[in-house]
C-alpha cells in the first residue's frame, strides 16, 4: 500500500524498518535534488528542476508482473528470445551509459605549457629574448632564448603523449572484466556481458553483484541493495516484490542501474537500459571524476619542488654577487638562468609517467589489472598480506573426494581413488537429493550449446565454486536441472557469511508435492539444527555418540585440507504448512530447528601449484603471509601446511606430540598459530599482539566483519597490508587495507568496485609478481633520478667557477639544457625498463615513512660522490683542450675580467698576449691600432712567423669582415714556452686590410726572445725589432701566441664543446653504475636493450651536435679533434671502479659481516 493510501484519521504506527527506509527514501530524493541543483549553477539554459523530474516517472512497478511483462512482450519464466534481444539491442543501443565530456586533447597539451617547470622555461627564453634585443650582438641571448622555447615545446608535447598513452592503457584496462549477467532468453538460463541487456530481459540478480540495469522485481529472496551510488548511504535497504510508493525513486520494487546488491537474490524484468536508466538520467551522476594525485607523484612533486627552491635561491644569490661585481645585468640574468636550468631535472616527470604506465602494463600480462597506478609501488612496500584461501591460494575447482551418510565414510571416484559409495544406498539418496534440489548453481546454457560435447567436469557453471562441484558431482548420477523441475522450490533463504547455511523448501514431487526443508552449510551450524540423524536404521536420535562419529570424520577429512559440508531435512505437516503456503524470509514463520541430520560431502580444492614457492619468496622478502578463511580450523590448517603458510608445529601439535597441556606449552618456541573466528570476539590488544608477533598465522571460521578487524590490528602495528577478498561482505577490508585485491574471476562486482587491484586469474602467484613489480618500480625510479642528479654537479659548478673564480664560462646554458633533455633523457627513461636485481625479493620490505625515494644517502651518492667526479672529469677536458689553444691553468683565473675572453663587444678592442708556463701571471692586453699605426711594427715579413693565406679558414669569417676586424698589436714575453708548436701569427707588408691572425697547434714557428718586451716606446724601431726576434731553435726556445677576439671566441667555443662531450662520457659510466644498487654490474649484465640504446643514442647525439655544420653553429659548438675525446675516458672507467668497490663492500657487510662494510650500507647504500 503506497502511502497516498493511507486513510486520513487513521494513522498507524510505522516499524523500525519502515521508519528507516522512510529516511532512506528521503535521502535519495535530497540526493538528487542536489546533483539537479549543482547541474543547473552556472548553466545559462537547462532544464528546470521540475523538467527534470518529469524525466524520473516511471510506470513499470505500478502496474501487476503480468500486466507489466505482456506489455513488454516477455515471458517471466523464459524471457525474451535471442533474435527479438538482437532487434531490441540494434533499437535501443548498448546498455551503457554515454561516456562524460572529457577535456579536449588541445586543452590538456595547452595546460603542459603552464606547468611550474614550463612557466620557469618560458621566463626565463623571454629574458633571452631581451637581452639580446639590448644587445643585437649578443646573439649567443637569441640562440639561448630559442633553445630554451624548443625545450618547452618538446618537453610539453612529449610528456602530453606520455599522459595520453597512460591514460588510454588505463581505459583499456577497464574493458578487460566486462560486467556480466544472468539471464533466461528463449528459456535458458546463460550468462551476456552486462552491455547487452535490453527492455524486457528476464535477469537472475544475487548476493554480490551490481545491479546491471533498472530492473523491477519478479521474485524476491530477501534482497537488500546499497544505493550509495545514488543517495551517498551504504545501509542496506530491503526489496519487494509489491509496489509501496507511486514514486520511483521511493518504492521497494525497483532496483536501479549501479546499486549493489549486498544481501539475498531475486529475479527482474529489465525495464529501462544505458542512458534511460535513473542512474543515466539524473544530471552529473556520470560525470567523470577528478583522478587523485598518487602518493608516489606527491612524493616526487615535493622533490622537485625542493629541487626547484634551491636553485632559485643560488640563480637569484650568484645574480646579486654578479651584480655587486659589476657584471652587465643582462649577462648575471642569462647566468642565472643557467644555475637554474642546470639544477632543476626538466626530463623527470615524464621518465616518472613512462615508469608507472610500462609498470601498469607488466602488471596486466601478470594477470594484475592495476585500477590505480600507485596501488603498484604501494603494493612493493607490502609488509603483509592477508589472503583468502578457496581459488586465491587454491584452484577454486572443488571436487567432492568424500561423502559421510549412515554414519559410515565413503570415497568417490576420482583421478586418484575408486568409489566406495553405494548409490542405491536409501540414506545415499536423501543426501543425493539434498545436495541436488538446494542449490542456485545451473550449467551455463550458452556454453553447453557452444560446446556440447564438453565433459561434466569441464562445463562452466553458474554459481560458487562449493555449489558447482556438488552439482556436477549430482549431474553424474542424474540430470539436476530435472529433480530440480520435479522438485519446485518454493523459498529460498541464500547462503551468506553470517548464517554459514541455505535453507530451500522444495515440493517433494515422489510425496505428493509435500513440502520439504532442505539445509545445507557448515556442519557445525548444520548440527547445532538437528535432533535426529538419517540411518539405515531409520531416523534415530541425534545424540552424543552419533555426533561424535560425525566429528571425527569431519576430523579426518579436514586434516587433508577437505571443505566439508552437512546436509539436513525436514518433512513439513500439510496440514499446517499447505502446498500454496506464503513462507516469509523477513519474519521466519517456518521451522529452522529440530531438522534430520542426513549426511556429509567433502570437496577438495587443491592449493595452485604456484602458490608454495609465491608464499616462500614473500617470507624471504620479509613479507608475512595471513590465511583469512571461512573454512574450518582443520582444513585451512592442512591448508596453509600444503603451500608453506605453515612449516613449524602449533602449540596444539606440540602439546599433542608430548602428552601435554596446551597452556604448559613454551610458547616462545612456536611460530606457528591457529586462530578461531570464535575468539575474535574476545581478544584484547594484548592478545593481538601476541597472535600477530607469530610468523605463521592462520585465521579460520572468520567473518567478513572479523576480517577488518585483523587488518586494523596489523595496521595498528605499523604494516603495511594487502588484502584479498571475493565477497561484497569483503568491500570494508578490502578499503580499509592498504591495497585491496579483488578476485576477478570469483569476485563480486561489489569487491570489484572497493579494491585497488584485481587478479584476473585469482591466483595469488600474482599477489607476489606485484610484490616485486612494486618494488622494481620504486627501485627504477630511484635509479632514474640518481642518474638524473648525477649530472646536476658539472653542470652548476661552471657557473661557480665562472662567478667566483672568473674564468671563462666552461658550459653554456644550451649545451646544459642538451645534456638534460638530449642525451640524458633516453638514458635516464631506459632504467625503467631494467630487470629486477636477483635479491630483489630478498631484502625486507621498505618503510615508506623512513626509505624515502630520494634519501640523504641517494643525494650524496648523486652530488658528492659521482657529481664530483664527473665535474673534476669536465674541467679537466676544459683545461687540456685550452692548454692546447695556450691558455693553461695558470693564467685563467680572474682571465675573463682582465682579458675580456671573447667578448662580444667590437668597440672593447681588445687583445689578448698570453704567457704559458708563468705560474703567477695575468694576460696582457693592448689597444687595437689603425694600418699606419701597424705597420710601423711590421713593415717586411720578419723571421720567425710564418706567412699564411689570406683565408684562414676562421669560422665566422663574414663576421670578422663585417666588423672590418684588424689584426692586433701584442707583446712578446720572454722565456714563456720551451716546446714548440706554437700559435703563429701572419702579416703581409703591413697591407692589413683583408689579414687576419691565424692559429694553428701544429705550427712549428717560434721566437727566441732577448728582450722583455715590445712596448710602444719601440714603435719604429726597426732595428731592435729585427735584430732580437729570430726563428728559435734549440733549448732556448720560445714561444707567444697572439688572439684575437674571434680566436679567443673559438677556442673558448672548442673546450666548451670537450666540457659537454666529456659529461656525456662520464655519464655513460653513471648510467652503468645505475642499473644497480647493490649487485655487481657484471651479475646484472647488459640485457635492457632499450638502455643499451640509450649509450648509442648518447653518442650519437654528441657526435651530432659537434660535427653537423648547422646543427654546431646554432648550439654554439665545434668539431673536436678525437684526441679530446680521450681524456674523459679514464674518469668514467674510475666511476665504474669506484662504484663496484663500493657495492661489493656493502655485499661484504652483509654476507660476512664486515664493519667497513656494515658502514659503507649505512651512509650510502641509496
Known amino acids: 500500500m503506497g502511502r497516498d493510501d493511507i486513510t486520513p484519521g487513521q494513522p498507524r504506527r510505522l516499524s523500525h524498518n519502515e521508519l528507516e527506509m522512510a529516511r532512506q527514501y528521503s535521502e535519495t530524493s535530497a540526493r538528487i535534488s542536489e546533483i539537479i541543483e549543482r547541474r543547473n549553477a552556472g548553466k545559462k539554459e537547462t532544464k528546470g528542476q521540475d523538467d527534470l523530474k518529469k ?57 603542459q605549457f603552464l606547468n611550474f617547470f614550463a ?3 618560458q621566463v626565463a627564453s623571454i629574458l633571452c629574448f631581451v637581452g639580446y634585443g639590448l644587445d643585437r650582438e649578443a646573439v649567443d641571448n637569441l640562440y639561448l632564448g630559442i633553445v630554451l622555447y624548443c625545450v618547452v615545446v618538446i618537453t610539453a608535447i612529449f610528456t602530453f603523449l606520455q599522459e595520453f598513452k597512460s591514460e588510454k592503457t588505463m581505459e583499456k584496462f577497464k574493458n578487460f572484466l566486462p ?36 530492473i523491477r522485481l519478479v521474485s524476491n529472496q530477501k534482497l537488500k541493495v546499497d544505493n550509495s551510488p545514488l543517495t551517498g548511504e551504504s545501509e542496506p535497504i530491503g526489496r519487494t516484490v509489491d509496489c509501496t510508493d507511486d514514486n520511483p525513486l521511493e518504492t521497494k520494487n525497483l532496483a536501479f542501474f549501479g546499486t549493489l546488491a549486498v544481501d539475498g537474490t531475486c529475479t527482474g524484468v529489465v525495464v529501462n537500459t544505458g542512458d534511460d536508466t535513473v542512474f543515466g538520467r539524473i544530471a552529473g551522476l556520470a560525470a567523470g571524476s577528478v583522478s587523485e594525485v598518487t602518493t608516489l607523484q606527491v612524493d616526487i612533486h615535493h622533490f622537485v619542488i625542493i629541487i626547484s627552491s634551491v636553485a632559485i635561491f643560488l640563480g637569484v644569490l650568484f645574480f646579486i654577487i654578479g651584480l655587486i661585481k659589476g657584471t652587465p645585468v643582462i649577462t648575471n640574468v642569462v647566468f642565472c638562468i643557467g644555475i637554474i636550468v642546470a639544477n632543476v631535472p626538466e626530463g623527470l616527470l615524464a621518465t616518472v609517467t613512462v615508469s608507472l604506465t610500462l609498470s601498469a602494463k607488466r602488471m596486466a600480462k601478470k594477470q594484475v589489472l592495476v585500477k590505480k597506478l600507485e596501488a603498484v609501488e604501494t603494493l612493493g612496500s607490502t609488509t603483509c598480506i592477508c589472503s583468502d584461501k578457496t581459488g586465491t591460494l587454491t584452484q577454486n575447482r572443488m571436487t567432492i573426494v568424500h561423502v559421510a551418510y549412515d554414519k559410515q565414510l565413503h570415497t568417490t571416484k576420482t583421478a586418484a581413488t575408486e568409489a566406495t559409495l553405494d548409490l542405491e544406498d536409501p540414506c545415499f539418496k536423501e543426501l543425493f537429493f539434498i545436495g541436488a534440489c538446494c542449490g542456485k548453481a545451473v550449467f551455463d546454457a550458452k556454453d553447453m550449446e557452444e560446446f556440447p560435447d564438453k565433459s561434466i567436469d569441464e562445463r562452466k557453471v553458474n554459481g560458487d565454486a562449493s555449489e558447482a562441484g556438488i552439482l556436477k558431482f549430482s549431474e553424474k548420477i542424474r540430470s539436476v536441472s530435472e529433480m530440480r523441475n520435479r522438485n519446485k522450490q518454493v523459498c529460498t533463504i541464500p547462503f551468506n557469511s553470517a548464517n554459514k547455511f541455505m535453507i530451500t523448501i522444495n515440493k517433494v514431487a515422489d510425496q505428493g508435492e509435500r513440502l520439504r526443508i532442505l539445509m545445507k552449510g557448515a556442519p557445525e551450524r548444520v548440527m547445532d539444527r538437528c535432533t535426529t540423524i538419517l540411518t539405515k536404521d531409520g531416523i534415530l536420535p541425534f545424540d552424543d555418540a552419533a555426533k561424535s562419529v560425525i566429528n571425527e570424520q569431519l576430523a579426518f577429512m579436514m586434516e587433508r585440507g577437505e571443505r566439508c559440508l552437512g546436509f539436513a531435512r525436514l518433512d513439513l505437516d500439510p496440514s499446517e504448512y499447505p502446498v500454496n503456503f506464503a513462507f516469509d524470509t523477513e519474519e521466519i514463520n517456518f521451522p529452522m530447528n529440530g531438522l534430520t541430520f542426513v549426511g556429509l560431502m567433502a570437496l577438495l580444492d587443491p592449493p595452485r601449484e604456484a602458490v608454495p614457492d609465491a608464499v616462500a619468496t614473500c617470507q624471504t622478502a620479509g613479507v608475512k603471509v595471513i590465511m583469512v578463511t571461512g573454512d574450518h580450523p582443520a582444513t585451512a590448517k592442512s591448508i596453509a601446511k600444503q603451500v608453506n603458510i605453515i612449516q613449524s608445529p602449533t602449540a596444539e601439535d606440540v602439546a599433542k606430540e608430548r602428552g601435554i597441556p596446551v597452556d604448559e606449552v613454551d610458547r616462545s618456541d612456536i611460530h606457528a598459530i591457529v586462530v578461531p573466528g570464535s575468539q575474535i570476539k574476545d581478544l584484547e590488544q594484548d592478545d593481538w599482539d601476541r597472535i600477530l608477533a607469530h610468523d605463521q598465522i592462520v585465521f579460520a571460521r572468520t567473518s567478513p566483519q572479523q576480517k577488518l578487524i585483523i587488518v586494523e590490528n596489523n595496521q595498528r602495528l605499523g604494516n603495511i597490508v594487502a588484502v584479498t577478498g571475493d565477497g561484497v561482505n569483503d568491500s570494508p577490508a578490502l578499503k580499509k587495507a592498504n591495497i585491496g585485491i579483488a578476485m576477478g574471476i570469483s569476485g563480486s562486482d561489489v569487491s570489484k568496485e572497493a579494491a585497488d587491484m584485481i587478479l584476473l586469474d585469482d591466483n595469488f602467484a600474482s599477489i607476489v609478481n606485484g610484490v616485486e613489480e612494486g618494488r622494481l618500480i620504486f627501485d627504477n625510479l630511484k635509479k632514474s633520478i640518481a642518474y638524473t642528479l648525477t649530472s646536476n654537479i658539472p653542470e652548476i659548478t661552471p657557473f661557480l667557477a665562472f662567478i667566483i673564480v672568473q674564468i671563462p664560462l666552461p658550459l653554456t646554458t644550451v649545451l646544459i639544457l642538451c645534456i638534460d633533455l638530449g642525451t640524458d633523457l633516453l638514458p635516464a627513461i631506459s632504467l625503467a625498463y631494467e630487470n629486477p636485481e636477483s635479491d630483489i625479493m630478498r631484502r625486507p620490505p621498505r618503510d615508506s615513512r623512513v626509505d624515502r625515494l630520494v634519501n640523504r644517502r641517494l643525494i650524496s651518492f648523486s652530488y658528492f660522490q ?15 683542450v685550452l692548454g692546447d689553444f695556450g691558455l693553461t691553468a695558470s693564467i685563467l683565473p680572474f682571465l675573463d675580467e682582465d682579458a675580456y675572453i671573447a667578448s662580444p663587444k667590437s668597440e672593447d678592442k681588445r687583445f689578448m698576449i698570453v704567457e704559458r708556463k708563468r705560474q703567477f701571471g695575468k694576460a696582457e692586453s693592448g689597444l687595437w691600432f689603425d694600418e699606419d699605426e701597424f705597420s710601423r711594427f711590421f713593415k717586411e715579413e720578419v723571421d720567425g712567423f710564418e706567412k699564411q693565406s689570406e683565408d684562414n679558414g676562421l669560422e665566422f669569417k663574414d663576421l670578422i669582415e663585417n666588423e672590418d676586424q684588424r689584426a692586433n698589436m701584442f707583446k712578446i ?31 712549428p714557428g717560434g721566437v727566441t726572445v732577448t728582450i722583455d718586451a715590445l712596448t710602444n716606446e719601440d714603435r719604429g724601431n726597426e732595428d731592435l725589432f729585427n735584430d732580437n726576434v729570430e726563428e728559435g731553435e734549440g733549448d732556448g726556445q720560445g714561444c707567444f701566441d697572439v688572439y684575437t677576439k674571434n680566436q679567443q671566441s673559438e677556442g673558448l667555443k672548442t673546450a666548451q664543446t670537450a666540457f659537454f662531450v666529456c659529461i656525456v662520457i662520464v655519464q655513460m659510466g653513471g648510467l652503468l653504475v645505475c ?8 651479475k646484472q649484465g647488459m640485457k635492457n636493450w632499450i638502455l643499451n640504446l640509450g649509450l648509442l643514442t648518447e653518442v650519437a647525439l654528441c657526435a651530432l651536435l659537434c660535427y653537423v655544420p648547422f646543427i654546431n653553429t646554432a648550439f654554439q659548438t665545434r668539431s ?47
Not at 502496474?63 to 539491442?89: N, Q
Not at 683583408?994 to 701544429?1002: G, I, K, L, R, V
Not at 662494510?1157 to 641509496?1166: A, F, K, M, P, V
Open 866 to 880: 659521482i657529481g664530483v667526479i664527473q665535474a673534476l672529469a669536465g674541467f679537466y677536458c676544459y683545461l687540456v
Open 119 to 121: 612557466l620557469l622555461l
Open 1075 to 1082: 642499473k644497480t644498487r647493490l649487485l655487481s654490474f657484471f
Open 973 to 1003: 714575453i720572454g722565456n714563456v714556452r720551451k716546446t714548440p708548436p706554437c700559435l703563429a701569427f701572419t702579416c703581409q707588408n703591413g697591407a692589413v686590410s683583408n689579414d687576419f691572425s691565424c692559429f694553428s697547434a701544429s705550427s
Open 1120 to 1166: 673536436l679533434r678525437f684526441v679530446h675525446w680521450l681524456p674523459a675516458i679514464p674518469f668514467s672507467v674510475f666511476i665504474f671502479c669506484y662504484d663496484e668497490l663500493r657495492k661489493f663492500g656493502i655485499r661484504l657487510g652483509d654476507d660476512k659481516g664486515n664493519k667497513f662494510g656494515i658502514w659503507l650500507r649505512d651512509n650510502t647504500y641509496w
Open 179 to 214: 560486467p556480466k549477467s544472468v539471464c533466461r532468453r528463449g528459456g535458458k538460463i546463460i550468462e551476456v556481458d552486462a552491455s547487452t541487456l535490453v527492455v524486457g530481459d528476464i535477469i537472475d540478480v544475487k548476493l554480490g553483484d551490481k545491479i546491471p540495469a533498472d
Open 55 to 111: 524525466e524520473l516517472e516511471m510506470w513499470e512497478h505500478k502496474v501487476s508482473v503480468s500486466e507489466l511483462c505482456s506489455k513488454l512482450h516477455t515471458d517471466p519464466e523464459k524471457g525474451i528470445s535471442e533474435a527479438e534481444a538482437k532487434i531490441r539491442l540494434e533499437r535501443d543501443g548498448p546498455n551503457m551509459l554515454s561516456p562524460p565530456k572529457v577535456t579536449p586533447w588541445y586543452v590538456k597539451l595547452l595546460w
